[in-house]
């Protein structure tokens, strides 16, 4: 397996770690502060490092440089590929802009150790494709919140713990009994299988917060500070779940039925948002809404449809949690926000007004924001999978659109606001709110090297699923046309996927039963492998992209 | 310098020209900087001009070297090879766009200019005029837009900087209210097209033009789709189209729409956006011609907008109103000329309202001041003769006709009662549902929001 030039992502992981320790040890809150900023800008730019640095290898995974938890646990424990690439920066910076815009008032409510501590797992989990240690660090991504509610805010923390423990319980059971040959016979699963299968999907749809299973997340919304379930939910650790656990050993017709399941969720939470009336849980149900849709397009199973979930989930990612880190720094001056009632905050918080509304407008899809591109190709995908999913997933996007322009009107406008202290945005926010709009405004006139990265790495999840890489929805000519084109780009990614088949041998070797199965199904491809240069690239070992290894 | 790059020089300036309006205005936004009001009227003034000369020089060109299709390519924005998905950016300058274009540019530099004393020393000065920045770009580009995926993203542009300038005076709740309700509107129009363009793309397997007009020049193209897909993809765009036009049943949003400010209400809602949809129309009136049914559609929802908005004109109480609803049904009858295939007049008509109408809505304000005098210059009230339709109705069905058109057909309270009320008593019952299932699991427990007054806190982070 190629090597990063730098030991980029052991520092990423422990440079939270330490940061976590050293907070304990601080008193001064306001030192705190700074200290934990300093901390998530290197956590940051270790994470940016260690994307850039993935991306000029040209490889579809990679490991760290001297990889020190390789040594010590025999295993490539935490690997870098073109799924979490982007993810590690994101990640990163959501927690730069958090501690970046928590005002001076907030610090004593807000946990700088805690926040570090759950970037540090968060890192972690997203660097990580073995099976049990990601069981382990998604079980150990709960803590963080639970902590605060029960010792630091004295809330009633039943229905988080109810809802953990399920997700949890079900993961670790299911991940138990899915038998070793799951990963080979995704299209043929048998009963054990399906079972297993059935039970980590279920883990993580609640973790994502399925309908009705989603309650939970309204009720951490309501009893944890902003922050914290901002961070809990925001990168979207159960998406992540669903790519490394789930999508190896679905078959489709099961992964189209979630998809299903995904998209009732997101219009069920549309609608929900424009019915609710506090500021917080309308944010939790748009994201609930946007995140279903994510969910929607990587169950399709379909070139366009899972390119256009990757690059939803990035944009999400950075522009509704552009919208919350808003909703924060309102709530930081108002309190807890009413949407039953207009507010009139725009003469006194113009930065902020503009801040929300551009990160809403990005989080729909609004043209020239970075989310525009991304969910067109979603509701292409989606379109070609059921024409059906198509336009529901076209009325979502147009009820979520009425739910932002609602919210930005009870929140800055109706009224006018007579204050007698200043609201105006602080420098630390419109440097976090700056950075935002670079980003989201960048993405969204220059989409190309965004859109081409999230294709490759839908390309190789498929491939290792064994899908066709097919066209969809074209005229026969013009897809003759491209014939050629296509089974070279095709093949060119075979012979890379065997190309850095380093780390892949080493799997075998700890895996022989793993290895064993694969070398049978490669001898008899099942029916839906395909017939051009990607069915080579359905039989490689599962630690390539995506797979875990058992 | 050959003349193709000439054309696309010039295009690419016509397209620019707003964008960096657009640009400056929203980065010193952001960034909180503030622009006098002086420099912000010479950088709309200056980006007008240079984009309106740029439009004309096209024009120009055009017609000296007799070239009726000019298509100025931007290339791919987003391109997935495999998978032949492709943003394509291209404007094509031709005889449908480049009026269009031109009138744009000379309305809103029209308004920019009256903007500019109307709404002096106000305090949302710069934001109207950012809005404004918006509108412009999304018109050119809805204009030139060679792709349906370009005429979408200029569409969208319109669509959000019309609902912000119906609440150009966010200190009140009606405005803000009114905008809203447009923008849902907008969003369900948006909707229509978004799916209509994915359904040519899944159907025909490209966005572009092309498919719908064949290779001919405006207006001589042929479709080239099958008729029952031109009916299917049709009908969604005349959804579209009847959203952004305010036809039947969406005309509960014109109105509304009034609420801006007279400049805003005039360039917008009774001359440019009012018409888009009317354009979308006429440039894929080539469908039209591919589906007998589909102009049928297309030629009825004229006439019942223009009917419908001949009769509301007539009872409105107040005179933006009276012309919104006057709007309609040029704008019905626009939309029947094109059913009937009528293109060049559909076009002449649309430019020669859009300016008059633009006047009409300037003048709003004095028109008070311009019946006294017309009474003062007559010596008399202005007379009113019953006309031969009061003779042929009976008192009772005349007061229904009256209410109905007061009531703008009850299309908002239709809205209200039939779409708006059921939704929000679904999902608030749900929502109690919600409440009731997390209260229990917490053992009854539930946290209580703080609805408060402004934290005295926040003052601590500032000297």
């Known amino acids: 397996m190629p090597e990063l030039h730098w ?32 901390i998530c800008l290197a956590t940051m730019a270790c994470a940016t490092g260690e994307w850039l640095d993935f991306n000029s290898l040209h490889a579809f995974e990679a490991h760290d440089h001297g990889d020190l938890f390789a040594a010590l646990f025999h295993q490539d424990v935490f690997v870098i590929d073109e799924l979490s690439a982007p993810l590690l920066p994101l990640a990163s910076l959501l927690y730069l802009m958090t501690v970046l815009s928590t005002l001076k008032t907030k610090v004593n409510r807000f946990s700088f150790g805690w926040t570090l ?29 639970w902590v605060e509610l029960r010792k630091r805010r004295h809330e009633v923390t039943r229905v988080y713990s109810v809802h953990m423990s399920l997700f949890v319980g079900l993961l670790v059971a299911g991940w138990w009994l899915l038998p070793n040959e799951a990963i080979a016979n995704a299209e043929m699963a048998g009963g054990t299988t399906l079972f297993a299968g059935a039970l980590i999907t279920a883990a993580a749809l609640i973790r994502s917060g399925i309908a009705p299973l989603h309650c939970w997340m309204t009720d951490l919304f309501e009893r944890a500070t902003f922050g914290t379930a901002l961070l809990f939910v925001a990168p979207m650790p159960g998406a992540y779940a669903i790519m490394r656990l789930v999508l190896p050993i679905a078959p489709s017709w099961a992964l189209q039925s979630i998809a299903v399941l995904s998209l009732v969720t997101s219009v069920y939470a549309a609608a929900m948002a424009l019915a609710e009336t506090d500021a917080r849980r309308f944010f939790c149900y748009l994201f ?11 169950e399709l199973v379909t070139p366009i449809g899972l390119t256009g979930a990757l690059c939803v989930w990035l944009s999400v990612g950075l522009s509704l949690g552009g919208f919350g880190l808003t909703m924060r720094s309102i709530e930081a001056r108002v309190g807890r926000v009413s949407l039953s009632q207009f507010h009139g905050l725009y003469e006194h918080t113009p930065t ?30 989606a379109v070609g999978v059921y024409p059906l999913i198509g336009m529901t997933v076209v009325i979502t996007a147009a009820l979520n659109g009425i739910a932002i322009l609602y919210a930005y009107f009870r929140v800055f406008t109706g009224t006018r606001l007579v204050i007698s202290i200043p609201f105006r945005a602080k420098l630390s926010e419109r440097i976090a709110l700056l950075i935002l709009t670079v980003l989201i405004l960048g993405g969204g006139l220059y989409p190309q090297p965004g859109v081409s990265s999230r294709y490759h790495a839908a390309t190789a999840l498929l491939a290792q699923r064994g899908v066709p890489v097919h066209q969809h929805g074209h005229k026969p000519e013009t897809s003759q046309l491209t014939t050629e084109p296509r089974n070279a780009t095709a093949e060119r990614q075979a012979q890379t996927l065997f190309q850095n088949s380093e780390g892949q041998a080493s799997a075998v070797r700890q895996h022989p039963n793993v290895s064993r199965e694969r070398g049978s199904a490669g001898a008899s491809p099942s029916p839906n492998a395909f017939s051009n240069g990607l069915d080579t690239a359905s039989e490689p070992d599962g630690s390539l992209i995506g797979a875990v290894p058992r | 310098m050959t003349l193709d790059a000439a054309f696309s020089f010039l295009g690419m300036a016509v397209v620019f020209s707003p964008a960096i309006l657009l640009v400056v205005l929203g980065g010193a936004a952001l ?39 000019v298509p100025i390519e931007f290339g791919n924005w987003v391109l997935i090879e495999e998978q032949h998905f492709h943003f394509h950016l291209k404007f094509v300058f031709d005889r449908l766009s480049v009026p269009f274009a031109i009138l744009s540019f000379v309305l809103c530099g029209t308004i920019g200019s009256f903007t500019k004393v109307y709404l002096h020393r106000e305090p949302g000065y710069r934001r109207f005029f950012l809005f404004y920045a918006v509108f412009l770009l999304g018109m050119v580009v809805s204009s030139l837009a060679g792709t349906i995926e370009t005429l979408f993203f200029g569409w969208e542009l319109v669509g959000l ?90 005309s ?99 430019i020669g309202h859009a300016l008059m109408r633009t006047l009409q809505l300037l003048r709003a304000p004095s028109l008070l001041q311009d019946y006294h005098r017309l009474e003062d210059a007559i010596g008399q009230n202005l007379p009113r003769q019953a006309t031969a339709l009061d003779r042929s109705i009976s008192e009772n069905d005349r007061r229904w006709l009256f209410r109905f058109c007061l009531e703008r057909g009850f299309l908002d309270s239709m809205l209200d009662n039939f779409v708006i009320h059921p939704f929000l008593l679904v999902f608030g019952w749900c929502r109690r549902m919600e409440l009731s299932w997390t209260r229990f699991l917490a053992g009854g427990k539930s946290p209580l929001p703080d609805y408060t007054t402004p934290h005295a806190a926040v003052l601590e982070d500032h000297p």
């Open chain 1, 7 to 38: 030991p980029w992502m052991e520092f990423s992981i422990v440079l939270p770690v330490l940061g976590a320790v050293l907070m304990g040890l601080v008193r001064d809150r306001e030192l705190a502060r700074k200290l934990c900023i300093a």
């Open chain 1, 117 to 145: 501590f759950s970037e540090a797992v968060l890192l972690a989990t997203f660097s990580c494709r073995e099976g049990w240690t990601l069981i382990g660090l998604l079980a150990l991504g709960t803590l963080s919140p």
């Open chain 1, 288 to 298: 609930l809404s946007h995140s279903s849709l994510v969910l929607v397009g990587l």
């Open chain 1, 352 to 381: 902020l007004a503009a801040m929300f509304l551009l990160t809403g407008l990005a989080s729909i899809g609004f043209p020239g924001t970075i989310g525009f591109i991304g969910t067109e190709l979603l509701i292409e995908g």
């Open chain 2, 31 to 69: 960034l909180g900087i503030g622009i006098s009001e002086r420099s912000t009227a010479r950088f709309t003034h200056a980006a007008v001009t240079f984009g309106l000369l740029s439009a004309l020089s096209v024009l120009g060109l055009m017609l000296t070297y007799d070239r009726r299709h």
């Open chain 2, 161 to 250: 900087s019309s609902a912000l300038l119906v609440a150009f005076f966010h200190e009140r709740q009606v405005p803000v209210r009114n905008g809203h309700r447009v923008w849902s509107v907008y969003r369900v129009a948006d909707a229509a097209f978004l799916i209509a363009a994915l359904t040519l793309h899944h159907l025909t397997g490209a966005g572009d033009f092309d498919g719908l007009m064949g290779s001919g020049a405006w207006p001589e193209g042929t479709a080239t789709i099958d008729a029952n897909y031109a009916l299917i993809v049709g009908l969604l765009l005349l959804v579209a189209a009847a959203g952004k036009s305010g036809m039947v049943p969406f």
């Open chain 2, 252 to 350: 509960g949003w014109l109105p509304r729409a009034m609420e801006g400010p007279t400049p805003s209400s005039a360039v917008f809602y009774g001359a440019l956006s009012v018409h888009l949809g009317a354009y979308l129309l006429l440039r894929v009136s080539p469908l039209l011609e591919t589906s007998l049914p589909l102009s049928l559609a297309v030629i009825a929802l004229g006439l019942v907008s223009a009917v419908f908005g001949a009769a509301a004109t007539r009872v409105q109480t107040d005179v933006k109103t009276a012309l919104a609803f006057a709007s309609l049904t040029q704008v019905g009858i626009i939309v029947v000329e094109i059913g009937c295939g009528l293109r060049y007049i559909a076009l002449i008509h649309m």
